[in-house]
């Protein structure tokens, strides 16, 4: 349920700022609710760029730099969902082992949460190192908007 409540509401935010970006906020917005941790970055990479801002390193490097950040969003989120779930788990145990045992199942869980999100962010990032293009840099406006700003 904390996956599908947290993505709805980056959904949202992603159809609002689609819709002030001239992108596609239907498609990007769908995109992010049924795919979030892989689709978000993608769009913060691809999306046009307002007046006056700025994005370096080429499309690969953004896409995972925002990977890398919306994965620690995700498995934080997931962890503090995962840590009240075993605390309700921990108050429902009668006998001392019930305890214990929830005590070290939660203890567990948490160090393989950590333990997932260090092997994949250090993945993203090692690859992203070899994707980062210094010399790519793109200044706003962009796209539809950088049409709109010769119009005017």
């Known amino acids: 349920m904390w996956y599908f409540v947290l993505y709805l509401i980056f959904a949202v935010w992603v159809f609002i700022d689609a819709k002030k970006r001239l992108n596609h906020s239907i498609a990007w917005s769908s995109a992010t609710l049924l795919l979030g941790p892989v689709v978000l970055p993608v769009y913060f990479a691809k999306r046009h760029l307002k007046t006056g801002e700025v994005r370096e390193g080429g499309t690969g490097w953004n896409v995972i730099k925002n990977f890398a950040l919306f ?5 934080v989120v997931g962890a503090i969902a995962g840590m ?3 605390g309700r788990l921990a108050e429902q145990a009668t006998t001392h082992a019930e305890k214990t045992g929830a005590a ?3 203890t567990l869980g948490m160090g393989m949460i950590f333990v997932l999100w260090f092997v994949v962010l250090a993945a993203a990032l090692l690859l992203g190192l070899f994707l980062k293009k210094s010399s790519i840099v793109e200044h706003g406006p962009t796209g539809p908007l950088a049409q709109a700003a010769t119009v005017e």
């Open 84 to 86: 009240a779930g075993a």
């Open 71 to 75: 994965w620690t969003l995700t498995i």
């Open 104 to 106: 070290l199942g939660a």
